[in-house]
C-alpha cells in the first residue's frame, strides 16, 4: 500500500477516487435513464443505496484529503477552489436526497416532514446537475493536461 505523496496519489485515495467515480456513472445513469423513460423508475431502489454508498464514502474522503493533505500532489488555487466544490457536492447531492428520503415518513404518508422534503424537491435535482457539469469539467481538465505532457492522469492511475 503506497500512502500519497507530491508527486503521486496512494493506494487509499486512487480506490476511492475510481470506485466513487464508478458510483457517479450508475447515479448519473440511472437518473437520465427515467429522464428518458419512464419506465426506469424501476431503477429507484440501486439509486438510492448506491447514492447513500456515496455519503459514507464522500464522508470518508474527505477526512482521509485533510490527513493527508501536506503529503499530496499541491495545486494552484483554481485547482483547489474546484476541488474544494467537488467535495461540497459530493456531500450535498446524497444529503439533499436522503434529507428527503427521511422527511417522506412511513409509505402511507404519515410522519411526513415537510421542509425535509421541499429541501429535496428544491435542490436534489439541480445541485446533482451542478455537479454533473463540473464533474464534465475536471476530466476535460485532466484529459488537457495529459495531453499537454504534464501526465496529470498518471497521478491517479499507472
Ligand atoms: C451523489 C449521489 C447522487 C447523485 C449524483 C444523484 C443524482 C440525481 C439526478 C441527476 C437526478 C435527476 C434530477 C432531475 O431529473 O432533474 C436525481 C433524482 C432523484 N434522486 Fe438522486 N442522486 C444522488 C443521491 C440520491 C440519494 C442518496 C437519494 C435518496 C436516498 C436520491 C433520490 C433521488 C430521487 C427520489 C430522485 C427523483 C426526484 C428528483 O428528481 O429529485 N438520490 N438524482
Ligand atoms: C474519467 C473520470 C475522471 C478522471 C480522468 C479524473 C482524473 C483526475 C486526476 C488526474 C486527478 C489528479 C489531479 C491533480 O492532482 O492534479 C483527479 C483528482 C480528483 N478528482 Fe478526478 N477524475 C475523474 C472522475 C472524477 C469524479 C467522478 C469525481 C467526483 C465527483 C472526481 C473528483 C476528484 C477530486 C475531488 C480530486 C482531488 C483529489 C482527491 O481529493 O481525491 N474525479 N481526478
Not at 427515467?34 to 419506465?39: C, H, K, Q, V
Not at 457536492?89 to 411526513?112: H, W, Y
Request: include cysteine.
Amino acid at each position: 500500500m503506497k500512502p500519497d505523496n507530491p508527486q503521486t496519489y496512494g493506494t487509499v485515495s486512487r480506490c476511492l477516487h475510481w470506485l466513487m467515480a464508478l458510483c457517479f456513472v450508475v447515479m448519473f445513469g440511472t437518473a437520465l435513464a427515467w429522464n428518458i423513460n419512464e419506465d426506469y423508475f424501476s431503477l429507484m431502489g440501486i439509486h438510492k443505496n448506491c447514492g447513500i454508498a456515496l455519503l459514507v464514502l464522500a464522508l470518508v474522503r474527505f477526512v482521509w484529503m485533510h490527513v493527508n493533505l501536506r503529503r499530496r500532489p499541491q495545486h494552484n488555487i483554481i485547482v483547489k477552489l474546484g476541488h474544494i466544490a467537488l467535495y461540497l457536492l459530493m456531500i450535498a447531492v446524497p444529503a439533499v436526497g436522503l434529507i428527503r428520503n427521511i422527511g417522506k415518513g412511513a409509505p402511507d404518508g404519515s410522519g411526513e416532514v415537510e421542509w425535509m422534503v421541499q429541501l429535496g424537491n428544491q435542490w436534489h435535482g439541480e445541485l446533482a446537475i451542478a455537479l454533473g457539469i463540473l464533474i464534465l469539467g475536471h476530466i476535460a481538465m485532466a484529459v488537457v493536461h495529459q495531453i499537454k505532457r504534464e501526465k496529470i492522469i498518471n497521478r491517479m492511475l499507472g
